[in-house]
């Protein structure tokens, strides 16, 4: 029993990174119908913003805190000067765009901090302590209850606030938007900021657990994305609950399943992909479109 409650928090803790990042790209496509690719490589970009803070002596909470800010303004310039041609125009021409965003900003933490690894302090803790018989992670906990209070925090957004019914007006259809008076393209522009902060907090979170380089979240932005298709695209809840099944999923899979284990566990949430796809392609929380004729 104990090695399952330490299995099942580990995968939530896990699952809530894929969360952050499955939020972020969410955020992007409800205001844009874009999926942002390069979200993941935005996230490591503000984890060394952050650690460049750490190096002048910013103490680790402020230093997140600035660099979330930033990252907000990141987000909302890169769909400024970058995305916003291209929101309206060929999908497969956006897709390219995030893609080549994604080299691009990886190649730049490269070639501004070099691809060795470096050490990034957690907000938490390194101590276990015992539940239910478990040994459980501090860190775990804490990466779990983040995660939860910046999604309690965006569902009232979005539900309670003019800005968050605006953001969803907008990602409904721009164009009655517009003629309603609101203003679309600030709109985008925080729609990106917000999804960038968002990724902010996914890197700061990744960072300690597995060292800091240009290439820390992509096995994590396959993993996001996973929990985008399984989640559905149109519901931020859904993918919240997909990223902790694939997490917790992947984990029991490695210890339960013997002829699965370590090596295998990866192809775990692309097996439930498969058969979440064949009986509902919208995905398990995702809205079928109808299109009227």
């Known amino acids: 029993m ?20 499955a939020l972020a790209i969410v955020l992007v496509h409800q205001a844009t119908g874009m999926v942002n690719f390069a979200q993941g490589a935005m996230a490591v970009l503000s984890g060394y913003i952050a650690f460049t803070f750490l190096g002048f002596g910013v103490p680790l909470i402020l230093a997140i805190l600035i660099t979330i800010v930033i990252s907000f303004f990141v987000g909302a310039i890169v769909e400024r000067l970058l995305i916003r041609k291209f929101e309206q125009g060929n999908p497969d021409t956006a897709v390219v ?4 965003l994604l080299t691009l900003i990886t190649g730049i933490c490269a070639w501004l901090w070099s691809y060795n690894n470096q050490l990034f302090p957690s907000l938490f803790p390194n101590q276990t302590i015992s539940l239910l018989g478990a040994s459980v992670s501090v860190r775990s906990l804490g990466t779990i209850i983040v995660i939860l209070a910046i999604m309690g925090l965006l ?15 907008v990602s409904i259809n721009q164009q009655s938007a517009a ?12 729609g990106w900021g917000l999804a960038a902060a968002l ?9 300690p657990q597995l060292t800091l380089t240009p290439g820390m979240m992509d096995t994590a932005l396959v ?17 919240v609950v997909a990223a902790a099944l694939i997490g917790v999923l992947e984990n029991l899979a490695a210890v339960y399943v ?19 796809l064949v009986v509902r392609p919208q995905g398990l929380f995702g809205r079928k479109t109808v299109v009227r004729v």
């Open 2 to 21: 104990g090695t399952f409650i330490q299995l099942l928090i580990d995968g939530l803790s896990t699952g809530s990174i894929y969360a952050a990042l």
């Open 97 to 100: 765009v995030t893609i080549g």
């Open 155 to 169: 569902q009232l957004m979005f539900v309670g606030t003019k800005l968050g019914l605006a953001l969803r007006a």
């Open 179 to 190: 003629f309603a008076g609101m203003p679309v393209g600030r709109l985008l522009m925080v």
């Open 199 to 207: 990724g902010a907090v996914a890197g700061v979170l990744v960072a």
């Open 223 to 239: 993993y996001a994305l996973a929990a985008v298709i399984l989640g559905g695209l149109t519901s931020p809840i859904g993918v």
């Open 258 to 276: 013997p002829f699965i284990g370590h090596d295998l566990k990866v192809a775990v949430p692309f097996i439930l992909i498969f058969v979440v």
